[in-house]
């Protein structure tokens, strides 16, 4: 097994009616399962009064080495999940408006998709068949993480890099000598006061 593994999964969406004043149908990814075919168009597989069931298409389902925390999240869950991104095709002029973008055992990338406008993304059933595979893939390939404390660097003042110069206020500090501060100015109109105060 190398470092990346490939599980081809049959995706299964479900267009369902639903009472909406601009929409009549609400597409859902609802399940995936193994041995999957290759296929080019949706194939029809169960109607009834209120859905019909496709089987969309046939992604790979891709398992990193470097994502296996997340597969690890997934499984701990108690419902593992294979995630399902549709996208939305405004301009799709077929019967589906929708495509199936991705698949992922990852929560974390399925969020990452959550945040986009025109996608959909739904948790399904993880077949327990694929449960072993994608938990020996973990056993396999897992590493914890070294977790390095990161040491905090004394702060510095913006203005002692200011042009590359140290300030003349910290030079002389740093030098020994003391800067007093400048005598304030005689105040003549107060002076000026006492002085005609004195003669009358």
């Not at 009064?49 to 046939?58: C, I, M, N, P």
């Not at 790979?60 to 690890?72: F, S």
């Not at 993304?121 to 056993?139: D, N, S």
């Amino acid at each position: 097994m190398g470092n990346a593994l490939l599980i081809p999964v049959g995706i299964v969406v479900a267009r369902e009616k639903i009472s909406h004043p601009w929409q009549t149908y609400r597409w859902k990814p609802v399940g995936v399962f193994l041995d999957a075919p290759e296929i080019r168009e949706w194939r029809e597989l169960r109607r009834d009064g209120r859905s019909v069931l496709y089987h969309a298409a046939t992604l790979n389902l891709e398992l990193h080495r470097k994502e296996t925390t997340a597969y690890r999240v997934n499984l701990a869950n108690g419902e593992p999940s294979i995630y399902v991104v549709l996208r939305e095709d405004p301009d799709a002029g077929g019967d589906w408006p929708v495509e199936v973008h991705l698949v992922t055992a990852s929560p974390f990338e399925a969020q990452s998709h959550g945040d986009v406008g025109l996608d959909n993304v739904e948790g399904v059933a993880m077949p327990e068949r694929l449960v072993e595979m994608v938990r020996t893939f973990i056993e396999t390939h897992h590493q914890e993480e070294t977790f390095y404390k990161r040491k905090r660097q004394p702060h510095k003042l913006s203005e002692e890099h200011k042009f590359g110069q140290e300030p003349l206020i910290r030079l002389r500090e740093r030098m020994g000598e003391c800067i007093e501060p400048p005598m304030p100015k005689p105040d003549k109109v107060s002076g000026e006061s006492r002085r005609r105060g004195e003669r009358e």
